[in-house]
């Protein structure tokens, strides 16, 4: 089995940072992308981040030029840099990876339990 487990969340205050880590361990015969994907209460889950094959970023347009999201792919670890957060930014943030757990297994998500982001004053 493959876990992914989600660190540094917290409470910080408008116009902060933070930086939320995956690490994923278990049986990991390749992995073509990781994403980080949030949800607020009472909203529908949605992606943030997303991080693919060659490095490629994708950002969702409320956290263009606020959020990076970068991998270290020997350590199967993922980041999510905040910076210049916001009130509505606070959700639970979750580290998802699309992955094989062997060369004949099917690509499939992978999803940590998520880390509670609170922006406030």
């Known amino acids: 089995q493959v876990q992914l487990v989600e660190s540094g969340g917290g409470l910080v205050q408008p116009g902060g940072s933070l930086r939320l880590s995956c690490v994923a361990s278990?049986?990991?015969?390749?992995?073509?992308?990781m994403s980080w994907y949030r949800q607020a209460p009472g909203k529908q889950r949605e992606v943030v981040a997303v991080?693919?094959?060659?490095?490629?970023?994708n950002y969702a347009d409320s956290v263009k030029d606020r959020f990076f999201i970068s991998r270290d792919i020997p350590k199967n670890t993922a980041s999510l840099q905040m910076n210049s957060l916001k009130p509505e930014d606070t959700a639970v943030y979750y580290c998802?990876?699309?992955?094989?757990?062997?060369?004949?297994?099917?690509?499939?998500?992978?999803w940590g339990q998520g880390t509670q982001v609170t922006v406030s004053s």
């Open positions: 278990g049986s990991i015969a390749a992995m073509r992308s």
């Open positions: 998802n990876a699309n992955l094989k757990t062997s060369p004949f297994a099917a690509w499939r998500d992978a």
């Open positions: 991080l693919t094959t060659g490095d490629s970023a």
